[in-house]
């Protein structure tokens, strides 16, 4: 799918028939393999990857980046979410789907070395979705200018980043507003962007706070983390 247009992106995320391997609870594959829909009614656990970029920024400030939903999906629209987010689809490996890093944030997969920082587990039950997920974390470190990026403009309403210092502050209670810069998709200008604790994707075991101390600490060269 490398290459492909906007058009036949839009709908891949959205097939319902995309095909899934289903998991057991531990991760282990089942031998069963199901379409996207089915799964997302059903709870099969699947696996999810995510892919957090980290750099320092033309200052020197270390920075996570964060992709902004658009604003039509039906999950959390608008929310502040990882870099970049799919899910692995049957049989897939690890660096076939680095493709999501072409189509969401129009970055070359090639040559690209990702940190990893564990495996979370992801559950979100809104009926009729029931999203049982075993998401494979990991940190990309790349510094380049933010006008580098091209966000997929179906997918996301934009890309940003935020200094990691403010982050840390923001998530734990000691701000509550910090700033930032973004780039829309079509635009090659970054624009200043202002966020609130509400504007990230909330769950209990904290994981943005997570993914920012670990960021951090890769980025000062510390060489065990993990989530």
Not at 92 to 112: C, F, H, N, Q, Y
């Amino acid at each position: 799918n490398k290459g492909s247009g906007v058009t036949d992106k839009g709908t891949m995320a959205q097939d319902p028939d995309e095909p899934f391997d289903v998991l057991d609870a531990t991760g282990a594959p089942t031998g069963r393999v199901k379409g996207r829909a089915a799964v997302h009614l059903d709870g099969d656990w699947h696996r999810a990857l995510h892919i957090w970029v980290a750099g320092h920024d033309e200052s020197g400030e270390p920075f996570l980046m964060f992709q902004r939903r658009s604003a039509a999906k039906d999950t959390w629209p608008g929310r502040f979410d990882t870099t970049v987010g799919g899910h692995f689809r049957a049989g897939e490996t690890l660096a076939e789907a680095m493709r999501e890093v072409e189509e969401e944030i129009g970055l070359s997969a090639t040559g690209l070395t990702l940190r990893r920082l564990g495996t979370r587990i992801s559950v979100t039950e809104s009926p009729p979705l029931c999203d049982h997920e075993l998401q494979e974390v990991f940190l990309l470190l790349d510094s380049r200018p933010l006008s580098d990026y091209r966000p997929h403009p179906v997918e996301l309403s934009a890309l940003a980043r935020f200094p990691l210092r403010q982050l840390l502050a923001l998530f734990t209670g000691e701000v509550s507003r910090i700033d930032g810069e973004a780039v829309l998709p079509g635009s090659l200008a970054p624009e200043a962007v202002t966020a609130v604790a509400d504007d990230f994707i909330p769950g209990v075991d904290r994981y943005g706070l997570r993914i920012a101390i670990a960021a951090q600490n890769v980025l000062r060269g510390d060489r065990y983390v993990a989530l």
